[in-house]
């Protein structure tokens, strides 16, 4: 089997270049514009380090497709083989919030399916990685540990993470239901994943349509790594095959073991709050 080392190094050794540009321009007065179509805010540092990281990808795997969230994705109605995924920045409001929680997501997609995802936050120098089926990582100055999911399995005591930024009066509503009590927020897509596959938290509830694929396939991947789960909110996997972007139906990040004890109540309040048809 292909070991997917080199796509690996080279991910690693380019999330952590483009956190630098991040930090460059974390130190200056930058600007912060709003996309059309409300897509949210955008800044130097976001299109830069998009420019810098698909050049690169391009330049180390030519025949790989590369969707990018600052990128022309209009070609994105073709179907790859072998497609990367690419936020350059996800928690764009907490790097204008200037408190940290942003990351760097390179995930790579083989036949529709996450395969390698690396996920990086430049504030605190924290890397997490990790191969599907073959197992991740977490590195920062303390050192480098493997990663594993929890094994929690009572719905009621998993530890929910949530976005700082776009949290939902649904996402509290689906938490109520599943009796849950503990939950803490945390920007980035990315950065929450990380938290469910070093154990630090157990369940990750994304209620809006308002997501992308270069927000989860990476994430998804180090989660799948750790031995955790990624679906829809109707627990369906999602495809990466770069023919559909936007994640109409939410994301579900678990454990593995609440899994599925937690997906029929949270496809069912999907199914009730319009977000499932
Ligand atoms: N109004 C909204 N409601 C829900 N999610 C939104 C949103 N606007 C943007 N998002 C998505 O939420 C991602 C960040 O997740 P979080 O809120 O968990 O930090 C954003 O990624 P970007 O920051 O890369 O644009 C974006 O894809
Ligand atoms: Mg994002």
């Known amino acids: 089997m292909h070991t997917l080392d080199a796509e690996l190094d080279t991910a690693r050794r ?3 270049q483009a956190g630098a540009i991040l930090l460059e321009v974390y130190a ?3 600007a912060v514009q709003d996309k059309a179509g409300g897509m949210g805010p955008v800044t130097e ?4 380090a998009n420019a810098f990281i698909v050049e690169a990808l391009r330049t180390a795997f030519p025949s790989d497709g590369v969707v990018a969230e600052e990128s022309d994705n209009s070609a994105g109605a073709s179907r790859f083989e072998r497609c990367w995924f690419v936020d350059p920045m996800d928690g764009t409001q907490e790097f204008v919030h200037r408190n940290g929680e942003f990351a760097i997501h390179i995930g790579l997609a083989m036949g529709g399916k996450p395969a390698l995802g690396v996920v990086y936050r430049p504030v605190g120098d924290r890397l997490y990685w990790g191969v599907v089926g073959q197992g991740g990582f977490v590195e920062d100055a303390t ?7 929890s094994d929690t399995t009572e719905p009621s005591s998993l530890r929910l993470v949530v976005s700082r930024s776009h949290r939902s009066r649904l996402t ?4 109520q239901r599943l009796g849950i009590t503990h939950s803490q927020a945390c ?9 469910l596959a070093e154990a630090a938290a157990d369940l990750y509830l994304h209620v809006s349509d308002k997501s992308y694929r270069w927000d989860n396939c990476a994430p998804e991947a180090v989660l799948r790594a750790a031995g955790g789960i990624l679906t829809d909110l109707g627990g369906t996997p999602y495809s990466y095959d770069g023919a559909e972007l936007q994640n109409h139906r939410g994301l579900l990040a678990c454990n593995a073991a609440a ?4 997906a029929p109540v949270v496809a069912e309040f999907a199914r009730e709050s319009g977000i499932l048809r």
Do not use: H, M
């Open 28 to 30: 200056t007065p930058f």
């Open 143 to 149: 050192g480098r540990r493997a990663l594993r999911v």
């Open 14 to 16: 380019i999330a952590r």
């Open 45 to 48: 540092a976001d299109e830069r």
């Open 259 to 262: 899994f599925d004890r937690v």
């Open 172 to 175: 509290d509503a689906v938490a």
């Open 187 to 195: 920007g980035s897509v990315g950065l929450k994943c990380g938290l």
